[in-house]
């Protein structure tokens, strides 16, 4: 899998460090967030409404508002605009709905210049190519290779090198174009429907140029930009700078109410006093459709229309990071958020190119200003191109959900993934003859013809004995029981990685607690990773169904892995009725957290394995981070005496099925290799590796030379 190059990488993880360190500052950043929800909700909820308000506030300031079908109406309209000012020069700022609607091409045909103002957006424009990011146009490119640029565009005499100097550069030929320019565009990041004011949002003061200094301003926005009132703008300029960049707040925040009742300004006109200047300005807001109507009906993907184009999905993407926004990215939109807006505005087609990038981690939750579940809508969007949904133009966000099994896209190799359970049954029914089949020459070119699946990965080895079956066998240890859990059996720890799964029973007996195992369905977090909704579901009810009967007897539910956790914690609730998800969240505890809380609350230490200073290196699971459950086992390490550094690598780069496709390996082991250089240092080679989950496992093993083993199975007596 290509990749962008090391300056993608080192921005984007820039970017989300300092993130990070600015939303830690930051006492109410939770309200914030919440309260910035709440006004997209009610935005898009009253959305006719507040477009209608729109119009009177802009009319009665003195500009015009069109409202735009789709990107051929749009740019018609700003065609027709040109003509009639007879332009020959346009100017514009920063703005992926211009993008979107290609406004460049449909002027340039007509003649006009075109220049993109913003010095990213100006990078890409002369290099020819598309922005591969949404806040940072050219992140994928170095300083050299823009200056290397700027050499072969213009050949200037003395060429510039160093940041500052390419900045000034192109300050001077950017400057000159603006005060020359006929109309000038901007986009908009909210406008608020009770004035009519626009908020520009911009690193370099471009964007309040090119509103200002042609007699014409063009605004074009996407409909969903619309906010209820001035009021509510806080919140969102308090977060979307943090959110992407990492500042407490962007250089320029320009608040026009247009049109302003300043003078264009004459930069050749130094006689004339300014009171006397033409002041007979216009002002044209073009709000834009394009799908997104389509889109707030449509109960799954109308969260995407609550996106403020931070880009703090993509920042905190390790697949982003390595391969950037050309590969993770559609005709416009990139990252995380991306597979929404191509999907509603190009089609599943578009959006499947690059869909299967996200892999479900849910990284870039906890830090979306507004709170989108970026994860479910792509797995929402990866079910409907599974199934084949393409009506003509974009209907297909509005027809309800099909089950799993009619004809469709979905692959053999989908169909594998998804099906694991299955699989995993079989295995160990026929073990180890399977394991053998398996691993054969013949079974593996096989594999990886036919479902895809990379013949560099070591498949998992099924174990003749189940947990279940081995628990079904044996007699309890614990006499006078303090509590009485249900260990939930998951495919993994069932079938593969037994030893895990008896030492968790050996560990929660120690500390006295009773244990039952049943026998329970997979969470679905296999076929829901594949986008097999309805086969996910139906998983769903039926674990909720096994283990109803121990909720109601005052059982806790203890999870091995993570991805299961999550499972009960956040998709149930989109499967089970609002109680039942309620009580099985409520109710369920992942394994480590379970252990800190018995010793919290008085279970004796001295029944587990002491690490009497053994030096661990401990990596915890993408969606532990995001439940905030890393801690509870750094905490039962270090209680237990072990010496324990953890990694600041947010992701191993296995993500579950995503490592063993062949077409994706190579992405992941790069992923994963920083994580390998952490864990090979001289503080870190001669440690004990331990990680919670998985595939995290699984991908360590690859890496390293070393063994790996669970946090439970290092304490278990």
């Given at each position: 899998m290509?990749?962008?190059g090391?300056a993608?990488?080192?921005?984007?993880k820039g970017f989300?460090r300092?993130?990070?360190?600015?939303?830690a500052d930051l006492?109410n950043?939770?309200?914030?967030r919440?309260r910035?929800?709440?006004i997209k909700e009610d935005a898009?909820?009253?959305?006719?409404?507040?477009v209608n308000?729109?119009?009177?506030?802009v009319?009665d300031n003195?500009?015009?508002?069109?409202?735009a079908?789709?990107?051929?109406?749009?740019?018609?309209?700003?065609r027709?605009?040109?003509?009639?000012?007879d332009?020959?020069?346009v100017?514009?700022?920063?703005s992926?709905?211009?993008?979107?609607l290609?406004v460049?091409d449909a002027?340039?045909?007509?003649?006009?210049?075109?220049?993109?103002?913003?010095?990213?957006?100006w990078v890409v424009?002369l290099?020819d190519e598309?922005?591969?990011?949404?806040?940072?146009p050219?992140?994928?490119r170095?300083?050299?290779?823009?200056a290397?640029?700027?050499?072969?565009?213009f050949d200037?005499?003395d060429?510039?090198?160093?940041?500052?100097?390419?900045t000034?550069?192109a300050?001077?030929?950017?400057?000159?174009?603006?005060r020359?320019?006929?109309i000038?565009?901007t986009g908009?990041?909210?406008?608020t429907?009770?004035?009519?004011?626009?908020?520009?949002?911009?690193?370099e003061?471009n964007?309040r140029?090119?509103?200002?200094?042609?007699?014409?301003?063009?605004?074009?926005?996407?409909?969903e930009?619309?906010i209820p009132s001035?009021?509510?703008?806080?919140?969102?300029?308090?977060l979307?700078?943090?959110?992407?960049t990492g500042?407490d707040l962007?250089?320029y925040?320009?608040m026009?109410t247009p049109p302003?009742d300043?003078?264009s300004?004459?930069?050749?006109?130094?006689?004339?006093p300014l009171?006397?200047?033409?002041s007979?300005?216009?002002?044209h807001?073009?709000?834009?459709?394009?799908g997104r109507?389509?889109?707030?009906?449509?109960?799954?993907?109308r969260?995407t229309?609550?996106?403020?184009?931070?880009?703090q999905?993509?920042?905190?993407?390790?697949?982003f990071?390595?391969?950037?926004?050309?590969?993770?990215?559609?005709?416009?939109?990139?990252?995380g958020i991306?597979?929404?807006?191509?999907?509603?505005?190009?089609?599943?087609?578009?959006?499947?190119?690059?869909?299967?990038?996200?892999?479900?981690c849910s990284r870039?939750v906890n830090?979306?200003?507004?709170?989108?579940?970026?994860?479910w809508i792509?797995t929402?969007?990866r079910?409907?191109i599974?199934?084949?949904?393409?009506p003509?133009?974009?209907?297909?966000?509005v027809e309800?959900?099909?089950p799993d099994e009619?004809p469709?896209g979905?692959?053999?190799?989908?169909?594998?993934?998804?099906?694991?359970e299955t699989?995993?049954?079989l295995g160990s029914?026929t073990?180890p003859v399977?394991?053998?089949?398996?691993?054969a020459a013949?079974a593996r070119?096989a594999?990886?013809?036919?479902?895809?699946?990379?013949?560099r990965?070591d498949l998992?080895e099924f174990q003749r004995?189940t947990?279940?079956?081995?628990?079904?066998n044996r007699?309890a240890t614990?006499s006078?029981?303090?509590r009485?859990v249900v260990?939930?059996p998951d495919?993994?720890?069932n079938?593969v990685?037994v030893e895990r799964g008896?030492?968790?029973?050996?560990?929660?007996?120690?500390?006295?607690v009773?244990?039952r195992i049943?026998?329970v369905?997979?969470?679905?977090?296999?076929p829901l990773?594949?986008?097999?909704?309805?086969?996910?579901?139906?998983h769903?009810?039926?674990?909720y169904?096994?283990?109803?009967?121990?909720?109601d007897?005052?059982r806790?539910v203890?999870?091995?892995?993570p991805s299961?956790?999550a499972?009960?914690?956040?998709e149930?609730?989109?499967?089970l009725?609002?109680?039942s998800?309620?009580r099985?969240?409520?109710?369920?505890?992942?394994i480590?957290?379970?252990v800190?809380?018995?010793?919290e609350?008085?279970?004796?230490?001295?029944a587990l394995?002491?690490g009497?200073g053994?030096?661990v290196?401990y990596?915890a699971?993408?969606?532990q981070?995001?439940l905030?459950?890393e801690?509870h086992?750094?905490?039962?390490?270090?209680?237990l005496?072990?010496?324990?550094?953890t990694?600041?690598?947010?992701c191993?780069?296995?993500?579950?099925s995503?490592g063993?496709k062949?077409?994706y390996?190579?992405?992941s082991?790069?992923?994963?290799?920083?994580?390998a250089?952490?864990f090979?240092?001289?503080?870190a080679r001669?440690r004990?590796?331990?990680?919670?989950?998985t595939s995290?496992?699984?991908?360590?093993d690859?890496?390293?030379?070393?063994?790996t083993?669970?946090?439970?199975?290092l304490?278990?007596?």
């Open positions: 290509a990749t962008e090391p993608i990488e080192e921005n984007t989300n300092k993130r990070q360190e600015a939303v006492e950043y939770e309200e914030l919440t910035a929800r709440a898009i909820d009253r959305l006719p409404e507040l308000e729109l119009r009177e506030s009319e003195g500009g015009t508002l069109y409202i079908d789709d990107a051929e109406d749009a740019n018609r309209y700003i027709d605009l040109a003509a009639d000012k332009a020959d020069s100017v514009k700022s920063k992926m709905t211009t993008e979107e290609e460049n002027l340039e045909a007509d003649g006009v210049d075109v220049v993109e103002t913003d010095l990213g957006e424009q290099a598309s922005p591969s990011h949404l806040i940072a050219a992140i994928h170095s300083r050299e290779s823009i290397e640029l700027f050499q072969e565009v200037p005499e060429p510039p090198k160093t940041a500052s100097e390419l000034m550069f300050r001077e030929k950017l400057g000159a174009r603006i020359d320019a006929d000038g565009m908009a990041n909210f406008i429907a009770d004035s009519g004011t626009m908020a520009l949002v911009t690193s003061g964007a140029k090119c509103a200002v200094t042609p007699d014409t301003h063009v605004a074009v926005a996407g409909v930009k619309i001035t009021d509510d703008l806080s919140p969102f300029l308090e979307l700078a943090r959110s992407g500042q962007t250089a925040v320009s026009l302003v300043s003078p300004i004459d930069f050749d006109d130094d006689e004339t009171s006397e200047l033409d007979d300005r216009e002002f807001l073009v709000l834009v459709d394009n109507m389509a889109m707030r009906e449509d109960d799954q993907l969260e229309l609550y996106c403020i184009r931070c880009g999905c993509s920042n905190s993407c390790a697949n990071q390595h391969i950037g926004g050309h590969g993770f990215g559609g005709e416009t939109y990139s990252g991306g597979t929404g807006w191509e999907a509603g505005i190009e089609g599943l087609d578009t959006a499947a190119e690059f869909n299967d990038f996200c892999t479900g870039c830090g979306c200003p507004t709170k989108i579940d970026i994860p792509n929402v969007v079910d409907r599974n199934r084949g949904e393409e003509d133009g974009v209907d297909h966000l309800g959900l099909t009619e469709g979905l692959d053999l190799g989908k169909r594998l993934f998804g099906n694991f699989l995993a049954k029914a073990a399977s394991n053998w089949l398996a691993d013949p070119w594999l990886e013809r036919v479902a895809g699946v990379d013949a990965r998992p004995e947990l279940v079956e081995w628990f079904e007699v614990v006078d029981p303090t009485e260990l939930y495919v993994y720890t079938h990685q008896k030492a968790a029973v050996r560990v929660l007996e120690a500390l006295g009773s244990v049943p026998s369905r997979s969470s679905g977090r296999a990773s594949q986008g097999m909704i309805a086969t996910a579901e139906d769903a009810h039926d674990v169904g096994s283990l109803a009967e121990h909720l007897a005052g806790d203890v999870v091995i892995e299961d956790i499972m009960f914690e956040n149930y609730e989109r499967f009725s609002e109680k998800a309620e099985l969240r409520d109710n369920s505890y992942e480590m957290e379970y800190y809380g018995l010793l609350n008085g279970a004796d230490a001295g394995r002491g009497s053994e030096e290196a990596h699971h993408c969606q981070r995001t905030g459950l801690a086992t750094v905490a039962v390490l270090e209680d005496d072990y010496d324990v550094i990694s600041d690598v947010e191993c780069g296995m993500a579950g995503f063993y062949d077409t390996y190579e992405l082991m790069d992923v994963g290799d920083d994580l250089e952490q090979s240092t001289p503080e001669d004990t590796v331990v990680a919670s989950g995290c496992l699984e991908q360590l690859a890496l390293l030379s070393r063994p083993t669970h946090p439970v199975e304490v278990a007596p």
